[in-house]
């Protein structure tokens, strides 16, 4: 039960992230490499890994093998740590939204509560894949 919740949980962390994903690169994140605050390899690095993690995830649900679990686990500690490095990088940004610059950069369009969401997600999921592959919880 607490691995369908886990990719609940996941799903929605995922859709948050689309959203940002999707604002970031129409609003030319990819392309501002003077303005952005967010280095394309960060952001895409989080999103391939977060993908590869859950994919893991949906196997590891499947065939029940703990070792998957651990590898989704193991997986989402880097997305974590890049996710944390570009928090910390946006909320300069989030900060300075009252300046006219010329270019704003491309995260300053970023919705607070979909970011705000998208985190507080993420920390549950990694929570619930950590209690998952520990076997707490479990039947």
Sequence with gaps: MM??????TWLLTAAGGFVLLGTWVAK?????STTTHLPPPVVFGHFL????GLIVWVVY????S???AWIAFALLVPVALLGFTMLARWLPVYRDRASAAQ????????????????GVFAVATVVLVLLTALGVGGS
């Design 28 to 32: 030319g994140g990819a392309r501002q």
């Design 61 to 64: 649900l499947v065939a029940d």
């Design 49 to 52: 890994l977060a993908v590869a």
């Design 103 to 118: 270019e704003p950069p491309a995260e300053r369009h970023f919705p607070v509560a979909v970011v705000g969401g998208h």
């Design 66 to 68: 703990d070792a998957l």
């Design 3 to 8: 691995g369908i919740a886990a990719l609940i």
